[in-house]
């Protein structure tokens, strides 16, 4: 494995009960100046924000609000988040919600602390260097955005999705009680265990030499999400399943199966180029492209393809080869995606291949991608191609 230094600031508190317990305590750790960002109001209409209006209130809380945040997080709601940040001089950002607010509000907090434009960390101009400190209450399970430094927000305006990642931007502390996520739609819900997996899957195919474990680790998460996801998608009231499903969420991308590893994440910047254009679902994006992605490289990846085929998705190896054995693994991971309702094709949204070269260019925007196997733009053209139906 590589040589790696692992750090995880964040204070994870997990399940019934932690919010009243101890919100109150973790918030008068950073001031009293809070600014709330959520999404369109669902935290309203369950009560989770009269549940966090009375706990603030009741620590002397002034509290300032940032509403709407979009489901692939626009960067000119960050821009309204830092401006109240600054003008009122905000000491806590609070984001609750799925992982599109939680990325909005670690932009908001690194936004605060800078004098320019916050897109320049996402184009690479400038790095986070300072941060307001941030809390989360997470709603629903998909990102990991909880327990990690990462951040993804659009330029609606350029038509670019970008992420960056900072140690500066781990949030303090984060809040997961699966019964949150109770409320969650089936089709969020389908996403979200798409996006889970493609996390795992983004580790998985690592360049880094002997990492057994990681590689366990990683198979015992996917096995466990394949096992709950159809019982969840079936009785969306499966508190149980909510649970697991939340667990692995967090555990896919805050570090642990990461550690000495070198993922590829090719598939990450192909679908942000896809919703940068389309603004579909980032899970469903996933659950389309990940599949081809496999396929595509199954030459350069034969190997870590046809042991994820036999160890999670039961492949029996006899009398084929290692090609074989992949691309069987392949499929059973597009069966298993369609039989719990995740899009199998850009066709599903209605996407044609109009803008195949645009979205193929946004792609590589920093120069080719992924490390299984190096890709320009023509392989990435390729790629897209092959999801359209």
């Given at each position: 494995?590589?040589?790696?230094?692992?750090?995880?600031?964040?204070?994870?508190?997990?399940?019934?009960?932690?919010?009243?317990?101890?919100?109150?305590?973790?918030?008068?750790?950073?001031?009293?100046?809070?600014?709330?960002?959520?999404?369109?109001?669902?935290?309203?209409?369950?009560?989770?924000?009269?549940?966090?209006?009375?706990?603030?209130?009741?620590?002397?809380?002034?509290?300032?609000?940032?509403a709407g945040i979009e489901p692939n997080p626009r960067l000119s709601s960050v821009h309204k988040?830092?401006?109240?940040?600054?003008?009122?001089?905000?000491?806590?950002?609070?984001?609750?919600?799925?992982?599109?607010?939680?990325?909005?509000?670690?932009?908001?907090?690194?936004?605060?602390?800078?004098?320019?434009?916050?897109?320049?960390?996402?184009?690479?101009?400038?790095?986070?260097?300072?941060?307001?400190?941030?809390?989360?209450?997470?709603?629903?399970?998909?990102?990991?955005?909880?327990?990690?430094?990462?951040?993804?927000?659009?330029?609606?305006?350029?038509?670019?999705?970008?992420?960056?990642?900072?140690?500066?931007?781990?949030?303090?502390?984060?809040?997961?009680?699966?019964?949150?996520?109770?409320?969650v739609p089936r089709d969020q819900t389908v996403y979200g265990i798409a996006d889970i997996m493609?996390?795992?899957?983004?580790?998985?195919?690592?360049?880094?030499?002997?990492?057994?474990?990681?590689?366990?680790?990683?198979?015992?998460?996917?096995?466990?999400?394949?096992?709950?996801?159809?019982?969840?998608?079936?009785?969306?009231?499966?508190?149980?399943?909510?649970?697991?499903?939340?667990?692995?969420?967090?555990?896919?991308?805050?570090?642990?199966i990461s550690m000495g590893t070198a993922g590829d994440w090719a598939t990450h910047a192909i679908?942000?180029?896809?919703?940068?254009?389309?603004?579909?679902?980032?899970?469903?994006?996933?659950?389309?492209?990940?599949?081809?992605?496999?396929?595509?490289?199954?030459?350069?990846?034969?190997?870590?393809?046809?042991?994820?085929?036999?160890?999670?998705?039961?492949?029996?190896?006899?009398?084929?080869?290692?090609?074989?054995?992949?691309?069987?693994?392949?499929?059973?991971?597009?069966?298993?995606?369609?039989?719990?309702?995740?899009?199998?094709?850009?066709?599903?949204?209605?996407?044609?291949?109009?803008?195949?070269?645009?979205?193929?260019?946004?792609?590589?925007?920093?120069?080719?991608?992924?490390?299984?196997?190096?890709?320009?733009?023509?392989?990435?053209?390729?790629?897209?191609?092959?999801?359209?139906?």
């Amino acid at each position: 494995m590589n040589p790696f230094r692992f750090h995880n600031p964040t204070v994870l508190y997990y399940g019934a009960g932690q919010i009243e317990a101890h919100l109150a305590d973790e918030v008068r750790k950073y001031g009293r100046k809070i600014l709330l960002v959520y999404g369109g109001g669902s935290i309203k209409r369950f009560g989770l924000y009269d549940k966090v209006m009375g706990i603030l209130r009741d620590a002397g809380c002034q509290v300032f609000e940032l509403a709407g945040i979009e489901p692939n997080p626009r960067l000119s709601s960050v821009h309204k988040g830092v401006d109240i940040c600054k003008k009122e001089g905000v000491e806590l950002v609070l984001a609750v919600g799925g992982g599109s607010v939680l990325d909005a509000g670690k932009a908001i907090a690194a936004g605060a602390k800078y004098d320019g434009d916050v897109w320049n960390f996402y184009m690479r101009k400038d790095r986070v260097k300072d941060a307001l400190p941030l809390g989360t209450i997470l709603t629903l399970a998909a990102t990991g955005s909880e327990m990690n430094g990462n951040t993804v927000v659009t330029n609606w305006e350029t038509k670019d999705k970008l992420g960056m990642g900072s140690p500066h931007l781990y949030p303090r502390f984060s809040f997961c009680d699966p019964a949150n996520t109770l409320t969650v739609p089936r089709d969020q819900t389908v996403y979200g265990i798409a996006d889970i997996m493609s996390h795992v899957f983004e580790n998985y195919f690592s360049t880094a030499p002997n990492t057994p474990y990681q590689e366990r680790m990683a198979e015992g998460l996917l096995q466990t999400i394949i096992e709950t996801a159809p019982r969840l998608v079936e009785n969306l009231q499966d508190l149980e399943a909510r649970e697991t499903v939340m667990y692995c969420g967090t555990m896919a991308l805050n570090g642990m199966i990461s550690m000495g590893t070198a993922g590829d994440w090719a598939t990450h910047a192909i679908e942000h180029a896809i919703s940068a254009i389309y603004d579909i679902p980032h899970g469903g994006g996933l659950a389309i492209v990940f599949p081809r992605w496999m396929e595509y490289v199954v030459d350069d990846a034969g190997d870590k393809l046809a042991q994820l085929a036999i160890r999670v998705f039961g492949v029996d190896p006899s009398g084929k080869s290692k090609r074989e054995t992949a691309l069987e693994g392949v499929q059973r991971l597009k069966d298993f995606f369609r039989s719990i309702g995740a899009p199998s094709s850009l066709a599903d949204y209605g996407i044609g291949g109009e803008n195949i070269s645009v979205m193929a260019e946004k792609a590589v925007t920093f120069g080719p991608i992924g490390r299984i196997r190096k890709l320009e733009k023509e392989d990435v053209e390729r790629i897209l191609r092959a999801c359209l139906n």
